[in-house]
């Protein structure tokens, strides 16, 4: 029988991971046409990949407040979106989704990591934990590719895996 640490480790992963319950953040930006990234939003102020920056910003700045003390995050809503008139290039929206990853993987590391208290307090932020860390960015993530797969459908952009 599991241990009810390595029970609360493997749903944290498979919750980060996504595909349970709603399409995988790989699946959903996958195959995305490169001519439609900075498609505007129907009713909207932002872009597809306005929402895509917005989701790594975000994500990266949960992580760095859980890894370094003397983070401070950014002014929102201007430090965690781009200027409405910003635009990606086919790089610039590469780089945005491995950026997500890369920032993904290290939060990922904390739910491996044995060590990990996820109920303590975060030393230099009393209050907050590693757990409600990681379920922030789990839901985060999670709305964000919602969203994703939602635009696609709607502006006829199908993501390649239908669920």
């Known amino acids: ?3 009810p640490d390595q029970v609360l480790r493997g ?12 399409m995988s953040f790989d699946d959903a930006v996958a195959g995305f ?17 306005h929402a895509l ?7 990266r700045d949960i992580r760095l407040f859980v890894e370094d003390p003397d983070y401070v995050s950014p002014d ?5 979106w781009p200027k409405e008139d910003e635009e990606a290039t086919p790089a610039r929206w590469r780089k945005t989704i491995a950026g997500i990853r890369s920032d993904l993987e290290a939060v990922k590391g904390w739910v491996r990591n044995r060590k990990t208290d996820f109920f303590g307090d975060i030393p230099h932020a009393p209050g907050y934990t ?17 969203e ?15 669920y």
């Open 33 to 49: 046409p490169m001519k439609e990234i900075n498609h505007k939003v129907p009713y909207a102020s932002y872009t597809i990949w």
């Open 76 to 80: 929102f809503p201007s430090g965690y």
């Open 11 to 22: 749903q944290l992963l498979a919750l980060l991971e996504g595909g349970q319950a709603h």
């Open 53 to 59: 920056e917005h989701l790594r910003r975000a994500q």
């Open 130 to 146: 590693i757990f409600r860390e990681v379920l922030l960015v789990a839901d985060h993530n999670a709305w964000h590719t919602s």
């Open 148 to 162: 994703l797969v939602t635009l696609r459908r709607v502006l006829n952009l199908k993501p390649v895996k239908e």
């Open 1 to 3: 029988m599991a241990k």
